[in-house]
């Protein structure tokens, strides 16, 4: 089972991507949800998901701040969806692997195959 730690500033962009993740695939579950980076590293270390959804722009602690804060953790998967997905973006975090992007709007089809991208990357890695 995918467990998955959906982080973003926005309640309704949050309850957005968990109904999509619960409609597309019975075998993914939202472990835990965080309004912010600070709140997504504590989620991180109690439930321990094996992939973290993240914005990019939150208050205290941001999604590029969260991603290498993880990364020193755990090479955890992580799938960024924001509307601030630029080339700068991608380029601070181009040395880490196992990171996919979506732009803002998203629609079910896309999120579906990214986390099929992400769940079969964990399957292989886990061999």
């Known amino acids: 089972m995918l467990k998955i730690l959906v982080v973003d500033d926005s309640k309704l962009a949050?309850?957005?991507?968990?109904?999509m993740i619960t409609e597309v695939n019975v075998k993914y579950e939202v472990v835990a949800e965080a309004v912010d980076g600070e709140e997504a590293l504590k989620q991180f270390t109690q439930f321990k998901p094996n992939l973290v959804i993240t914005d990019l722009e939150m208050p205290k602690l941001s999604g590029i701040e969260l991603i290498y804060k993880l990364k020193e953790i755990?090479?955890?998967?992580?799938?960024?969806?924001?509307?601030?997905?630029?080339?700068?973006?991608?380029?601070?975090?181009?040395?880490?692997?196992?990171?996919?992007?979506?732009?803002?709007?998203?629609?079910?089809?896309?999120?579906?195959?990214?986390?099929?991208?992400?769940?079969?990357?964990?399957?292989?890695?886990?061999s």
């Open 74 to 126: 755990e090479d955890i998967p992580i799938l960024v969806i924001s509307s601030l997905i630029n080339q700068e973006v991608k380029h601070k975090l181009h040395t880490f692997k196992n990171i996919e992007f979506l732009r803002k709007p998203i629609n079910s089809n896309l999120i579906n195959r990214i986390l099929l991208k992400l769940e079969h990357k964990l399957t292989l890695g886990e």
């Open 14 to 19: 949050r309850r957005r991507i968990i109904q």
